[in-house]
């Protein structure tokens, strides 16, 4: 709740995802503003979702779908949603209809498919869309900009702070900007270069920028000439469990993108060939993947027990009751690129549960870094390491202790909800009181 020691401006959300705690991005925006009164965080977001999460009760969402219709109908409204609409019951927030197949397209991510995408954008009238007036109505302070990899979101929040006569502070989840993943293919150099140049007005022009690692946070200074703060991702379970709690099992929790499908089943197949006493023979998979082709190779795998979606408040409890979390990143060249300056929003969760984490992926990735440097999980960076690790992780009880008391530590250090809650608050309060006083100067 607000309070006269510290500052909460009314902040808008600008993402392509809604407010949910059972999504990774959804749960960790809902750490970062829980602090907020609900009457002074607004959202505005892309993806076809419905709230789940009530920390906010004013949302805006213009999706594909209607940017495609402003063109076609010339005439499109987005949708505003009130307390009404928040479904906290919920174990998946997407609301895709019959637009599934084009949502599975879209998420291959080649030169085309991003040109398409921001061009429909371009033509579209989302100005129109009622967003502008939804926005003043609401009369935010400050923008929080949750970035990506679309041009067209970057221009909403110019045109927004322009418009608004407001700030705004940019956070950076991924790596969109050092590395471009599509140079080998056709207009992969031309895509990248007008991303590049709306990004670079973007990052230039904001009040604040965040990045959620140090390894990210100082490639961005050298690269954008300019400060990043450093935001992890929090977790509000740092409230271990009790040491002696029965856990059983090795489990996965999250999306199976970017190569995470077909690690999974290296991983299950190291299990099988390291059966013995107290190894588990299955590995429990709980995701709301709904792409078939992501979903095949964990699917049809004997050593897999896939779950679905979950909703957001079992996770923890799922966790703490497992011998072993997984968190993994592909060994494809082109796909630990894209990885390399990330940092999962599930290993706060993770290091902070109590539960044993075993990471497995190439060593340069960022979040395989954090945790080999501070020794908070067990590690294996090749499949003959992983068959060396598994043993251990299962049977060594000396070593699962230190391992997960070296996990805890550092979530206390870096990963409390009070610290990222507090570095957010800082920000934004600090963007649009610097406003406020340019404001006064001007009158």
């Known amino acids: 709740m607000s309070t006269e020691q510290h500052r909460y401006p009314r902040v808008l959300i600008v993402s392509h995802q809604v407010l949910a705690r059972n999504t990774a991005m959804g749960k960790t925006m809902d750490t970062y503003f829980s602090g907020w009164d609900r009457d002074a965080v607004a959202q505005l977001y892309i993806q076809a979702e419905v709230p789940t999460d ?84 609401f009369r935010p302070e400050v923008i929080f900009f949750a970035s990506g990899d679309y041009a067209f979101a970057y221009r909403i929040v110019d045109f927004l702070s322009e418009r608004l006569k407001i700030p705004y502070v940019i956070c950076c989840f991924d790596d969109f900007y050092l590395i471009n993943p599509n140079r080998g293919l056709f207009l992969g150099k031309f895509r990248q270069k007008q991303f590049m140049k709306v990004v670079r007005r973007n990052v230039d022009n904001a ?30 379970s740092a409230a271990a469990d009790p040491e002696n709690a029965e856990k059983h099992g090795i489990t996965y929790l999250g999306g199976l993108e970017l190569g995470r499908n077909r690690q999974l089943a290296e991983i299950a197949d190291a299990l099988r060939e390291c059966a013995g006493p107290g190894i588990p023979e299955v590995l429990d998979v709980y995701s709301a993947e709904t792409d078939p082709a992501l979903l095949r190779p964990v699917k049809e795998h ?37 990885v390399r300056y990330s940092l999962s929003t599930k290993i706060a969760d993770s290091i902070s549960s109590g539960t044993g984490l075993l990471a497995y992926g190439p060593a340069e990735a960022a979040s395989m870094d954090y945790l080999i440097r501070n020794e908070a999980a067990f590690t294996a960076t090749s499949p003959e390491e992983l068959r060396e690790v598994l043993p251990r992780l299962f049977t060594d009880e000396a070593e699962y202790r230190r391992i997960t008391g070296n996990a805890k530590a550092l979530a206390r250090k870096n990963h409390t909800p009070e610290m990222t809650q507090e570095t957010v608050r800082k920000a934004l309060s600090e963007a649009a009181g610097n406003n406020a006083d340019e404001q006064r100067i001007k009158v």
């Open 54 to 137: 009530p920390l906010c009760t004013d949302y805006f969402r213009f999706t594909d779908s209607d940017a495609l219709k402003s063109i076609v109908q010339r005439r499109r409204k987005g949708t505003v949603m009130t307390e009404e609409d928040v479904h906290p019951e919920r174990a998946d927030p997407v609301e895709m209809g019959n637009l599934t197949g084009v949502y599975h397209y879209g998420r291959k991510r080649t030169p085309l498919i991003f040109l398409a995408r921001d061009g429909m954008w371009k033509m579209s009238g989302w100005k129109h869309s009622g967003m502008l007036e939804w926005a003043e109505s």
């Open 207 to 236: 009040a604040g920028a965040l990045a959620v690692n140090e390894a990210m946070a100082e490639a961005y200074r050298k690269f954008f000439g300019r400060e990043f703060g450093v935001l992890y991702t929090a977790s509000d």
């Open 302 to 338: 004997p050593g897999i027990r896939f779950h679905g979606p979950v909703p957001g408040p079992q996770v923890p409890e799922i966790i703490r009751k497992s011998k072993a979390v997984i968190h993994t990143e592909s060994f494809d060249p082109v796909l630990r690129e894209k």
